[in-house]
């Protein structure tokens, strides 16, 4: 049986960043793991149409600093450009409200409950939104396309080939799509993948970026994994 791993945590430090920056005691890492995770569930439900491909947390004492990576920003700012304050204001509130519910964690109290008595002001969030280059050459916005075409009951080969040729027209160097589950409503449950171009996952300077969806149809899940390549690159973050 194959030994798989991430494409983008093999290259941590390569060619890929941590999508959170942020020092934290032993004590106290977890729970501010697991708010970052927080944080994301609530962009990504909430703005399923933006295309978002990357969210990036900073913290720094009781500020923190998210930055979203969009296909349609306008969607997230709002046509009067007072969307961003209003998700701050909720993502304040909701985040109040999550701490509060987990106010038994002996390492929360350490870490939050003194802070706030004395400030007896919530965290502070700040939101920047950046619009993608080019959004047809990332991975998370080739696997929402796929979700929302297998989502419509698009034969899954017609889908498969449109995600392929929206890439290429990127000018990608290569791309490998997979799909399981029961595909266009079969019986048995199977797997299959395409890809058009070279895919060097094993290659370390290899900037290869991957995204990991699902659709929910009427026959039941179907697993989505994307690679792109876009080249070898130089970069080196250590």
């Known amino acids: ?27 106290q890492y977890s729970n501010l793991v697991i708010e970052d995770h ?10 399923s149409d933006a295309g978002i491909s990357e969210i990036k947390i900073e913290r720094k004492l009781d500020q923190i600093l998210i930055e979203i990576c969009s296909a349609r920003p306008r969607s997230i700012i709002g046509r009067d450009r007072n969307g961003l304050e209003i998700l701050r204001k909720e ?9 509060i519910q987990n106010l038994s964690i002996n390492s929360y109290l350490k870490l939050y ?10 965290v502070q969030i700040s939101i920047h939104v950046t619009k993608l ?37 990127a000018r990608i160097k290569g791309i490998k799509i997979q799909i399981s589950g029961r595909l266009n409503g ?6 299959e993948w395409v890809r058009k171009g ?7 300077r290899a900037d290869i970026d991957y995204s990991y969806q699902t659709a929910k149809t009427i026959y039941g899940l179907l697993g989505i994994k994307v690679w792109v390549f876009k080249g070898f690159s130089t ?4």
């Open 38 to 47: 927080f944080l994301r569930k609530i962009l990504l439900n909430r703005f």
């Open 186 to 191: 079969a019986e048995i449950a199977r797997t």
């Open 198 to 204: 070279q895919v060097p996952l094993q290659t370390l």
């Open 133 to 169: 280059a080019n959004q047809n050459a990332e991975a998370s916005f080739i696997a929402d396309f796929l979700v929302e075409q297998l989502e419509k009951r698009v034969a899954f080969r017609r889908a498969v080939k449109r995600a392929i040729e929206r890439a290429q027209k």
């Open 1 to 27: 049986m194959g030994q798989k791993i991430h494409p983008l945590g093999f290259r941590l430090g390569i060619t890929q960043k941590h999508q959170s920056q942020w020092f934290a005691k032993h004590n």
């Open 113 to 122: 409950k003194t802070e706030v008595e004395k400030t007896e002001q919530p």
């Open 91 to 99: 993502l304040e509130q909701e985040l109040k409200k999550y701490r």
């Open 235 to 238: 970069k080196n973050f250590f």
